[in-house]
């Protein structure tokens, strides 16, 4: 279970990054540290990690949340 779940954050997190394109523009250091954690979620996954693989992409989520709840005043899309 914790394997699927940690797979299904990396997808999730893969779609919500190219959505979320725009922020590397106005937040180049927050999209930075937010490709940085889904690069360290998969680097956790591949080890079998997979309690870590979920928290990094967690942290990763919360980046781009952040700056699309400040700019737009919501999420693009629901997760």
Do not use: C, N, T
């Not at 309690?51 to 952040?66: E, K, Q, R, T, V």
């Amino acid at each position: 279970m914790e394997k699927e779940r940690a797979e299904k954050s990396l997808r999730k997190l893969e779609e919500h990054l190219e959505r979320s394109a725009w922020i590397a523009d106005k937040y180049p250091r927050v999209f930075a540290l937010a490709e940085q954690y889904a690069k360290d979620a998969e680097h956790f996954f591949r080890k079998g990690d997979y309690f870590s693989s979920f928290g990094a992409s967690d942290y990763a989520y919360g980046l781009l949340d952040a700056a699309h709840i400040i700019e737009k005043g919501g999420l693009s899309a629901p997760l």
